[in-house]
Structure formats: C-alpha cells, structure tokens
C-alpha cells in the first residue's frame, strides 16, 4: 500500500488494514528502541501509542503529509520515547533528532500535549465496566447505528440501547466532574 | 427519560452539530451564562474524543495481533532452490575456471586491462572438517561440507586449518559490478545466482576428495523451471563462459519437522480469524485433533439447528423456558462472542471483505465459511487430523515428509490414499508420487497442480531406504493408534457433557416443581385473604377457609398469576343481594433499579406481611413486575450480585403509584442472610435464599454450557476445513476455497 491508501485507510472507522501494514515498521523501531537502552515491552507500548497519535492525526481535517509516512511514524515513535525518557530522568536530554522538519516537529509537540488530556480520560473508560465501554465505542468511533449496536450487543431494542449509552456516558461524565 | 439522561441527549445533539441554528444560538446564549452547563458540555466533548482513543486503541492492538499472528508463519519463507555439487565438477581444473576470480580478496586486479578480473568481495570460513559443517553465506547461500571432505594436491586428507573461501552474485547489482556476464558462448542465460567456492589450507589449495559433495543452497523467491548448473570456464579474454550445464539435482533437505505447518488449509487462517489464540500450539494442536471422521459426529456439529443467530437463543432452549416460570434472561444461552462478530459483519457490509481488500488469508476464510452451509458428509475418505498426527511427529524427522517440498504439496492433498501414496514411497523421490498424483492414479483433487509439482523434479532426502521403509510401518501403526484415541476421547467429552445436561434439565425441572407449589401456596393464601377482606367490606361475615383440594389442584394447573382475578370476582358475585359490585383492584407494580444492566445477576421478590411466601418478579426490560393486591402491604426485595459482591436493597411497596425506585446497597453475603430473615417469614426467607442458591448453580451451569456451545460453534464453524474440497476436484462448486498458494 502506498502511503496515501494508508492514509485513507487509516481515515475510515475500520483503520486495522493501514495499520496492519504500519506494523511492518515496528521490528525497525524495536531495533532502534532496544539500541537506545529501551526494552521490547517500551517498544511496543512506544509502537502501540505512535499508531494511536497518527491515526488521531491524520483524522485532522488540516493533515497534510508532507515526508514519508514512515518517517512520520518514526519522528513520532522517537519523539514518544524522548519524553518517556526525559520523564524517567529528567538531567539529561536524548541526544538523536526526530529527522522531521522543525515544523513538523513542533506540531507534533503540541498535538501531543492536547491529547495527553485525553489520555489521562481513557482511564475514567476503564471504570465504567465493560460493556459500557464497547456500547460507547461501537457509537462514537465505529460510528454503528443504535439498532445495530442493539443487535450486536444483546439489547432486547435500540431505544434500549440508546438510553443505556445515555446512562453510560452519565457514568463516566460523573466520574469525571466529581472524582471522589 | 431522566432529566440528567436528557441533559446529556441535548448536550450530545450540540456537539454533533444536529441543532438548527436558532436553537443552537439559544444554546450557546446560555453556555455563556451557565458556567457548570459549560463544563458538562467540555466534559462530554472530551469523554468523545477519549472513547474514540480508546476505539483506535483497539484496532491498534488488532492490528498487533495479526501482525504477530503473520509473523509467526514460518512457512511463509521462501524455501532454497538446493543444488548438488557432485565431487569434482567445480574442483577439478578449478585453478583453471576460476583463477580469474581474483586471490586477493580486497585489490581488484585491474592490471590486466579492461577485461578485468572480477572483484566480488570474498567471505572466509575457518572450519575444523574432522566433522561435517554447515555454513551461511552473506547472501544466504548455505554449504553443507561432509567430514574430511578436502585433499591437497598430492591427495593428502587436510582436515585441520580449512578455509572456505566463497563468493557469491545472487543479485543483480552484485553481478553486474563485479563484471561477470551471464554469456553460454553466444546464448544469454537467465541467472539464480553464480557462486564460487575454494578451499586453502595456508597457501595450499585443496580440492574435494572422490566421493564427497558438498550441498549448495542457492536462495531464491521463485523457483523457475529448467534452471540448470553450469560450470565456469575462463575465456582468453578474461571472462567466464558458462558451460556444460547439467540439470539441477533436486535433493531435499529435511527441516525440523514440528516446524512445518501441516494443518489443514484454512485452519490457522480460520482460527486467527475467529480470534483464537494461534500462537499457542497447544491449544491449536487440542482443537485440531479433536477432529475425527464419522458421520454422527459430524452431524452433531453440523447440525443447523445449533446456531440461530440472533434469533434469540436455541431450540434446545426454547424447551427450557416453557419450564421456567420466571423464564429470567440469563437461562437463555448466548450466542458465542465469534460467531457473533462474525455475523455482524455480515450483517453490516455484505461485502466488507471485498471492499476493504483485506488480505487474501481473509477472504479465503470467508469462503470457508459462506460454504458452511452446504456440508458434505461421509467424508471419511478425506485426510483427517489423525492421519496427519501420525506422521507430524519427531520420528518422521529426517524423511522426505520433514521437508518444505512436501508441505507444499500436503496442502493440495486432500484424500487419504493421495497421503499414503507418499507415505509408502518414503524411500523413491517425490516426483514419483507426484506423477501417481497427476496421472490421476489415486484419487485427489489438484491435478493440475501435482503435475506441475512433478515438473519440479523434487527428489528425496539423501536416507538410507532401508529407513525410509521402517518409517512407512510405523506411520500405519500409528494412524490406527490416534484416530481410535481421537474417536474415544471426544466420544468420552461430550457424553461427560450431555450428562451433565441432563443433570442440570432435572434440577431445572425440581426447582419448576418447588416454586409451581409456593406460587399455589401463595394463590391459595391470597385467594382466601382477599374472599376475607372483600366479606368484610361487604357487610359479610367470613365463614372460614374451607377449601375443596380436588378443584383446588386444577386451578392452580391451569391459572398464571394473569388470571388471579377471574375466581375472586366469580365469588363475588355470589352474593348479589347486597346490590354493591365489589371489585379488588389489582395494580401493575413497577420495580426501577438504577443501572440495571451493570450487574451480572439481580433478582426482584416481594414478600408481603402476611403468612406466604415470596414472589419473584418478572424481568421486563429493565424493570421488574408484578401486580400487587390492594388490601396487602408487600415489601420489595432486590438481591442483585456483581462477580460476588452481593448488593441488597429493600422497600416498600406504594400505595399511590405503581412504581418503585430502588437503591441498592453492598452488602456481605452474611449480612444479606441476617437481612433476608428479618424482613421475611422464616419460610420465606429460607425460600428465598434457596431459590437464589439455585439461580447461582443455574449460571455456574450456564457458563459450562456457554464454553460448550461456542466449542461447539467453533467447531462447527471449522468443519468445512476438512470437508471441503477446493475447485481442483471439479465438484459442484460445493466448498469452493481457493489454498493459499504460498510458493514453495
């Protein structure tokens, strides 16, 4: 695929085809993470959470792709692990550059810091049970209709479901507003 | 709906842009005064964007999965195109074919002109040849050197201080830097790869003894026909003429034989996309073998009857439930989750497949599965997973069944007699068994494709026959052995398990019988305290209880708690003097608990004041009801449990409306006895708390079932991949799967 179809790919509500085929960089940067004194385990959370900013990224309807998209991935793999180092230690500063362009680059920065944010959310995702979680995903990214969800999920009607993802989204915005 | 529930629906509709524009000033108008609107607003916008991290974190970790999945198919590799160098061919006159190629490893000799030698850089390899040695080239050229296979000029064994000097030009960049030309006299020739092996010892160089060869495996993506092995000769002009070509010797090379794949085509794909774990051979192996031929058997998973998805559970079920009176959601077996996901997409995008070109593993899969539906039974003459386990073991290590050459035919295979033809010829190279295969000698699909296998030549590995034919017997012995132990083992599962089925329909059917007598008690009571307190309002004494048992009993056969009303109102009427219609209301009693679905189990009773016992409430929705009888007080018990925490929450029932809220509470399971005794009759309540150790056993029960099933589904689901034939056999399109041509 080329790195456009990828894109594309990666655009839709069923992103795993780009993905799958971003994952053929990933023994790259494993490499290059166990050469800079990391462990597979970084590497793949390094891996798992880069995909995750990209495909945020590329949702962004002002993304254009300007370097290769492996470089991209890369120059966000990199940048990922820089601030997971310097959170370990904070003395010293990693001495490798991103190999983006310095606007890139900083764009990227600041993508980052907006999404840490959300992040730091998708814990709150994490109380509100199981079930819960899939019936909000299965309506905010895979985009599915009530009805569906309702088949998909067991509930006896969409109506159902509809007032089950209300109470959900209570939960968790609940979770949120009064943390106690 | 909830006032809060609704303030989210609205907030929702703004932040999906579903506002028209007045409403949407009107919004943003009190935004701007309400600050903590404002916060709710920000708040579900950034639980939004976090569920939608969260949904691509998945697909992440899917992606992740299959990738590793991908990885871990060893036999996706391209195998060796492996040449055999007979003694003698490169090692005679070789200072005569190969002088030119240069001693000196790292000084192209450019001395000579524009006919230069040719410059490739040289790997060396100090080995020890008291014993034979493998070794890699750079470019994946791999020699296998038998012991003491080197003599110097004078025809004296050097086994010690042995270099292997070895160039290779595999590529084409390699060969056209290094000037070397792939010319047989005027004839150009298509190229796999040109090598040059020497042997030093010190200054001296050696030569291969008489008898020895050395195997050369040359790598290559593609096998190309009619390759040939040419010998290197050096023209006056300083270039090398290819000459005397000899066809390649396709001997095997036998790998580890529990590395290759012989499951079922299909299998892993099928496997992997129903979600399993593939990279645990154990659990593969397991299910794999739990495969065996016979008709019952196959039946039984095949049976259609077994999966109606999305109808709302089984037909064995539907059975269950005229039993049940309370008929409650868990007793219905769910579907399992794969099958599930599985229909879903179908459902969703008929041609999701298609349209999102997934990988060809994927598609094949799904054409296994499209055909499930059109089983073909009585395919015992196909190749089952016993005949493959009892030759996918460590004692065929070393046979032409250990090899890459024979994986890829194993999966064109597809009857029985086709395997055993190999089977049996353990001891001739592979092309006689596959010319058996393309002459249609044996019954096989494929025969097209096992004549071009027979085109490859592919010989056998270099073992004594006397070997090869202990190997045969043991392989017939040992295909008795496991298909019996495979028939016996599963026969012995599944017995254990409708055994247990029938246990489980007993106590479903005591536990009908008990609550059929508490309900009739508790008709009976109710039915005399009413007459009571209607005699009463009416002016007329009560004349006691004096109940006719014979009649008795077919009331209660007949009635559901629907018709309570009809014997009280025929009563009734039985003393019309008074002139006064007297009528007892029964009022639709309405239990809410406040997320409902976020517990695994929970149950309604109400327990009224008096003498009878309990009543368990039905499950609507994601309510509780029940009628309740005016002239009584009840008492609303909820018991509900999530894992094992038990939660506990009790009220009392309303006389204005017919709705309850309910709270519940965690609770201990020893505070929730003191509790259920205190707030009903001891019958009751020991009732009660039976009844709830019954519905725990019934879901424990279920969850057995529930792995039952979806083994069952699985294994279902998995059938066609050893009852279906691919088009090559020319059937009815029936199984049409197209094998993963994975080259060779």
């Known amino acids: ?180 | 709906m909830r006032p809060e529930l609704k303030k989210i629906e609205i907030i929702e509709r703004y932040l999906n842009n579903e506002f028209n524009e007045k409403d949407k000033a009107e919004f943003e108008a009190r935004l701007k005064k309400d600050p903590k609107l404002k916060a709710e607003v920000e708040a579900q916008k950034d639980l939004m964007e976090a569920v939608k991290r969260q949904g691509i974190r998945q697909s992440v970790k899917k992606a992740e999965k299959s990738f590793k999945f991908q990885k871990s198919l060893k036999w996706m590799i391209p195998s060796a195109v492996v040449v055999l160098i007979a003694a003698g061919i490169l090692w005679l006159n070789q200072a005569e074919y190969f002088s030119h190629f240069g001693f000196d490893s790292t000084i192209p000799k450019t001395e000579k002109g524009k006919n230069s030698p040719i410059y490739i850089p040289q790997q060396l390899f100090s080995i020890d040849n008291e014993e034979a040695i493998v070794v890699e080239g750079k470019q994946g050229i791999v020699l296998a050197i038998p012991e003491e296979a080197f003599e110097d000029e004078q025809g004296n064994l050097v086994t010690k201080g042995v270099t292997i000097l070895l160039k290779e030009a595999l590529d084409a960049e390699t060969i056209l830097k290094s000037g070397l030309s792939t010319m047989a006299d005027s004839n150009v020739l298509e190229t796999a790869g040109m090598f040059e092996l020497r042997a030093i010892s010190g200054d001296d160089e050696l030569r291969l003894r008489k008898g020895k060869e050395i195997l050369v495996s040359v790598p290559t993506d593609e096998r190309l026909e009619g390759m040939k092995l040419y010998d290197g000769e050096k023209l006056p002009n300083g270039t090398i003429n290819w000459v005397n070509p000899k066809p390649i010797e396709n001997y095997l090379i036998p790998e580890d034989i529990l590395t290759l794949n012989f499951y079922k085509p299909g299998f892993m794909d099928s496997l992997h996309y129903l979600g399993k774990d593939t990279l645990d051979k154990n659990y593969v192996d397991s299910l794999f073998y739990s495969f065996y031929c016979e008709e019952g058997f196959l039946e039984y998973f095949a049976s259609d009857s077994l999966i109606q998805p999305r109808a709302g559970g089984f037909n064995e079920n539907s059975e269950e439930k005229k039993l049940e009176i309370g008929g409650s959601e868990e007793n219905s077996i769910e579907i399992s989750e794969e099958v599930q996901k599985f229909y879903f997409f179908r459902r969703m995008e008929p041609n999701w497949y298609q349209s999102n070109k997934i990988s060809e593993n994927d598609s094949a899969f799904v054409g296994i599965l499209d055909s499930s539906a059109q089983l073909n039974f009585g395919k015992c003459s196909l190749i089952w997973p016993a005949d493959i386990k009892a030759f996918w073991n460590v004692e065929f290590q070393g046979s032409n069944l250990a090899t890459k050459e024979f994986e890829s035919r194993m999966k064109f295979l597809t009857h029985k007699d086709a395997l055993n033809v190999y089977i049996q010829n353990l001891n001739k190279p592979l092309f006689y068994s596959d010319s058996l295969l393309a002459n249609g000698i044996v019954e096989n699909c494929n025969k097209e494709k096992f004549k071009s296998f027979y085109a490859r030549r592919d010989r056998q590995v270099k073992v004594k026959n006397e070997a090869m034919r202990k190997l045969a017997s043991y392989y017939r012995l040992r295909r008795k052995i496991y298909a019996k132990t495979i028939k016996d083992s599963q026969e012995k599962f599944w017995k254990k398990q409708s055994e247990l089925d029938g246990k489980r329909l007993k106590s479903v059917s005591q536990n009908n019988a008990k609550n059929l007598k508490i309900n009739a008690q508790n008709l009976r009571q109710e039915f005399n305290e009413s007459l009571k307190e209607a005699n009463k309002k009416l002016g007329i004494r009560y004349r006691g209880n004096n109940p006719n048992k014979g009649q008795y009993r077919t009331i209660v056969r007949t009635l559901g708690w629907r018709n309570l009303d009809r014997p009280v109102t025929y009563r009734i009427k039985l003393s019309p003097s008074l002139g006064e219609n007297m009528k007892i209301e029964y009022t639709k009693l309405k239990v809410e608990v406040e997320d409902v679905d976020s517990f695994d189990r929970i149950y309604c009773y109400m327990v009224s004041g008096s003498e009878f016992s309990f009543r368990r409430m039905l499950r609507k929705g994601a309510n509780f009801e029940s009628k309740t009888n005016e002239f009584f007080n009840y008492k609303i018990i909820t018991v509900a449990y999530k894992n094992d925490q038990a939660y506990f929450g009790m009220k009392r029932s309303p006389k204005d409306t017919g709705l309850v809220r309910m709270d519940l509470k965690q609770i201990s399971s020893k505070e929730l006895t003191v509790q259920l005794k205190a707030y009903a009759k001891p019958r009751a309540s020991s009732d009660m708390l039976e009844d709830l150790k019954f519905k725990k056993l019934l879901i424990e029960d279920n969850k057995r079932r529930r792995v039952n099933q979806s083994l069952k589904e699985l294994k279902r689901s998995l059938i066609p991949v050893f009852t279906n034939l691919n088009s090559g056999c020319g059937e009815s399109g029936v199984g049409d799967i197209q094998p993963i041509d994975i080259g060779n």
Request: hydrophobic share 35%; aromatic share 10%.
């Open chain 1, 1 to 180: 695929m080329e790195d456009q179809k990828i894109v594309e790919s990666l655009k839709k509500n069923r992103p795993e085809p780009g993905l799958k085929k971003l994952y053929h960089y990933y023994p790259k940067f494993q490499n290059w993470v166990l050469a800079k004194g990391g462990t597979k385990a970084d590497a793949q959370d390094i891996f798992q959470e880069a995909l995750i900013i990209l495909v945020r990224k590329v949702s962004d309807p002002n993304f254009s792709l300007t370097s290769k998209l492996s470089t991209y991935l890369f120059g966000i793999c990199k940048l990922l692990w820089r601030n997971e180092l310097k959170k370990k230690n904070k003395s010293q500063t990693p001495d490798w550059n991103l190999d983006l362009v310095e606007a890139e680059e900083s764009d990227l920065e600041e993508f980052l810091k907006k999404e840490s944010k959300f992040e730091k959310l998708e814990k709150v995702l994490q109380d509100i049970g199981d079930r819960c979680r899939q019936l909000l995903i299965l309506f905010y990214y895979r985009s599915l209709s009530m009805q569906e969800i309702a088949d998909n999920m067991d509930f006896s009607s969409a109506k159902l479901a509809k007032n089950q993802k209300y109470k959900c989204m209570e939960r968790a915005k609940k979770k949120i507003m009064d943390p106690s």
